[in-house]
C-alpha cells in the first residue's frame, strides 16, 4: 500500500527526489575531500619542509675599514653565496631577506638586506653578493655593547676574528606538474665556525675556498 501510495503521490516523489540529491551531494563531497587530501599529502611529500632541497655555500667573504676601541666599532663585510637546489622537480623561491654577521654565535654585529626575490630552478643554483655596510637594513644596524667592543679590540690585537652569518629566509617549494602549487616555509641558514686572519693593520682580512653552510630542516 505504501509503495502505490508513494508512486501515485506526488509529495512522495519529490522526497525520494531530495533523499537522492542530497546523497549526490554527500558522494560528491566525500570524492572531493579525498581528492583534496589525497593532493595536499602528495604535495607535502614532494614539496614539504622534509624534502630538504636547498643547500648553501660560502664562496668567498671579505673584511675591509675594521675599526674598532673600547668605545666605538665600524667594519664593512661582503659575502658571495649560491644557493643550490639538489630537487629535480622543484623550484624554490627565497622573498627578501636579511642577513646577519654574528660575533661568538650571538652578538649582532652588522645587518645586510636582499631587496629582490630569488627563484632557484631545479638542479640549478644561484649566486649573490651580500654587502653588510652601515646604510644596510634600512641603516637600522645592530647596536653593539661596549664589552662586546672591548672583546673585538683584543680580537683584532690577536690578529683574527671568529664570526658567524645567520639568515632567516621566507621560502616556497613549488611544482611545475601541478601548476605552481607548494609548501610555504621558513628557513634559518647558518654558516659558523668562520675566522678571518687580518692582512697587516689595515683592518682587512678574506675568507677563499667555499665553505658549505647548514640549512636546519623548518619544522
Not at 602528495?42 to 675594521?66: C, E, H, W
Not at 638542479?123 to 646604510?135: A, E, N, S, V
Request: proline share 5%; charged share 20%.
Amino acid at each position: 500500500m505504501a509503495s502505490l501510495w508513494c508512486k501515485k503521490s506526488p509529495d512522495c516523489s519529490k522526497i525520494r527526489g531530495y533523499i537522492l540529491l542530497f546523497l549526490i551531494v554527500v558522494s560528491l563531497a566525500t570524492v572531493i575531500g579525498f581528492s583534496l587530501w589525497f593532493l595536499g599529502n602528495y604535495v607535502d611529500s614532494k614539496s614539504g619542509p622534509g624534502t630538504d632541497p636547498l643547500v648553501l655555500r660560502l664562496d668567498a667573504f671579505s673584511l675591509s675599514n675594521f675599526e674598532v676601541s673600547n668605545s666605538s666599532f665600524s667594519a664593512e663585510w661582503e659575502a658571495k653565496l649560491t644557493f643550490g637546489n639538489q630537487n629535480g622537480g622543484l623550484t624554490v623561491t627565497l622573498n627578501p631577506f636579511e642577513s646577519y654577521v654574528y660575533y661568538k654565535e650571538s652578538e649582532a654585529l652588522s645587518c645586510a638586506s636582499v631587496d629582490a626575490m630569488l627563484h632557484v630552478p631545479p638542479r640549478k643554483q644561484k649566486t649573490l653578493q651580500i654587502k653588510f655596510d652601515p646604510t644596510s637594513c634600512g641603516g637600522e644596524q645592530p647596536y653593539v655593547e661596549d664589552r662586546v667592543m672591548k672583546e673585538l679590540s683584543e680580537d683584532r690585537k690577536s690578529g683574527h676574528l671568529s664570526f658567524s652569518l645567520k639568515m632567516r629566509i621566507d621560502a616556497s617549494y613549488s611544482m611545475r606538474e601541478l601548476l605552481g602549487m607548494g609548501t610555504q616555509v621558513t628557513l634559518n641558514p647558518n654558516c659558523s665556525g668562520l675566522k678571518v686572519q687580518f692582512e697587516g693593520a689595515k683592518g682587512e682580512g678574506k675568507i677563499n675556498g667555499g665553505r658549505k653552510c647548514t640549512i636546519p630542516l623548518p619544522k
